[in-house]
């Protein structure tokens, strides 16, 4: 058989306030017509009497509790926009008085919220910030490997600069197959690309759970800049090195080159005179190859001040002859004044010695708001691509007399300022372009 069904009647904590002190009036009606019936005769009055005391209770009552009654509306409406998420409002603290305690603790609440979700933002907006001007291409992607959040370098980097995000990984059509093979097989470690300013990069894989769900983070770090700077360490310190010991060398061997010169002119010895004296010339060419190469491997941090445009084009203009095109830079420029001009002097040299005629080599000056381009232009034929890739490696040279480290001395002056330097070739020659950040007296 079915179980019966069964009444409850309404448990009074489920009434509203208002509910219960209308109940209540109405039993201490009820338990006074009761007393009035078993105690007194039925008198219509009294009864009457007893009804209207009930009622105006009942009224009182609803009057004395309608300010607790506001207080409760008031912080019921102040916790509602808490839980929406504005924390920007607070109780009226006017109208509340015997809930105070209450509704400082609210207040206090909303002000610790409303801080924390500033402090939040602000450590989004930097978090933002830092990746979108990060060089790292990062690369966010959940289990099914659709792209979630991409920055600018790695746009730049995959994809042309497009944005790709929602789209498969490895449907992007930008992205060069050495790179998609690491990104597919998850291979941590160096990558080496082509045709990209930068050619070394690291990459570093991570998986995790956001939201139970299973990601994967790619992070590709250019590397090119910190190895080609370690290198050049690497060669100065080893000059350094081998020009402290043909110094002790060239000293004492060019002093014994003198004084046997001395000697065989006053034994008049000519043939000796003339070997001592070709080991004496032959020891100060010497000593002046090996003072180019310490020079270049202490070169000094840049002291940086305002560029006279017009000076420093003269004096590039009395040691070679080159065309101006354009107009000079009409802002001030902070850079080390001495170091530029050997920097420019190094490439106009080069661009002499390249074959090309003096009225086909040009300089090109042009300025942004945050950088600074010197173009130099000759019509020397360019370089081959071989050259052209090992044209600021130290001590490589495609001269017969050169010394390899012309242009890697700009390049080295060129990072000392913060810049860079870059070569192609642009018919009819090579185009070489030198980039240097705006820099302000305070940051130097």
Not at 146 to 160: E, F, I, Y
Not at 179 to 204: C, D
Not at 282 to 309: D, E, G, M, T
Not at 381 to 397: D, I, K, N, S
Request: charged letters at 15%; one cysteine or more; aromatic letters at 6%.
């Amino acid at each position: 058989m079915p179980p019966k069904p069964r009444f409850y009647l309404p448990r009074l904590t489920k009434l509203s306030t208002h509910s219960r002190l209308n109940a209540l009036c109405a039993l201490i009606a009820l338990l006074l017509l009761a007393v009035q019936y078993a105690f007194f005769a039925a008198n219509p009055a009294v009864t009457l009497v007893i009804c209207v005391g009930v009622v105006a209770l009942a009224l009182l009552l609803r009057r004395a509790l309608k300010p607790l009654m506001l207080e409760i509306q008031a912080l019921n409406l102040h916790a509602q926009n808490l839980q929406d998420g504005s924390f920007n409002t607070s109780a009226n603290q006017l109208k509340i008085y015997e809930l105070s305690s209450l509704a400082n603790s609210l207040n206090t609440m909303s002000a610790q919220l409303r801080a924390e979700r500033a402090t939040l933002y602000q450590r989004e907006l930097l978090l933002d910030t830092v990746l979108q001007s990060s060089p790292t291409a990062l690369l966010l992607t959940d289990a099914s490997d659709t792209v979630l959040m991409s920055n600018p370098a790695a746009r730049l980097l995959l994809n042309g600069g497009k944005a790709f995000d929602g789209s498969k990984l490895f449907a992007v059509t930008g992205m060069q197959p050495e790179l998609a093979v690491a990104l597919q097989n998850r291979q941590q470690g160096l990558i080496r690309l082509e045709n990209t300013e930068q050619t070394v990069w690291h990459l570093s894989v991570s998986q995790f759970q956001l939201n139970q769900k299973q990601h994967w983070l790619y992070l590709l770090k250019p590397l090119t800049r910190e190895i080609q700077r370690e290198e050049l360490n690497a060669w100065k310190k080893l000059l350094r090195v081998i020009g402290h010991e043909l110094n002790n060398t060239l000293a004492p061997l060019s002093s014994l080159a003198f004084s046997g010169g001395q000697l065989a002119q006053q034994q008049h010895n000519a043939a000796l005179g003339q070997l001592f004296d070709t080991i004496s010339e032959r020891c100060q060419q010497l000593n002046h190859f090996v003072q180019a190469y310490i020079q270049f491997a202490k070169l000094p941090p840049p002291q940086c001040s305002s560029i006279n445009w017009p000076r420093l084009i003269n004096q590039l203009q009395d040691q070679y002859e080159f065309e101006l095109q354009g107009e000079l830079p009409d802002s001030s420029w902070q850079a080390d004044p001495q170091q530029l001009t050997q920097l420019m002097l190094n490439l106009l040299k080069n661009a002499h010695e390249s074959g090309s005629n003096p009225e086909h080599i040009s300089l090109r000056i042009k300025q942004t708001p945050d950088k600074l381009l010197l173009i130099l232009q000759d019509g020397g034929g360019g370089m081959t691509e071989e050259v052209l890739q090992h044209a600021l490696v130290p001590f490589y040279t495609s001269k017969p007399q050169g010394s390899g480290i012309g242009l890697t001395l700009c390049r080295d002056i060129a990072e000392a300022h913060g810049g860079s330097i870059s070569l192609r070739n642009q018919p009819p020659g090579l185009e070489v372009t030198v980039q240097l950040p705006r820099q302000t007296p305070m940051a130097l």
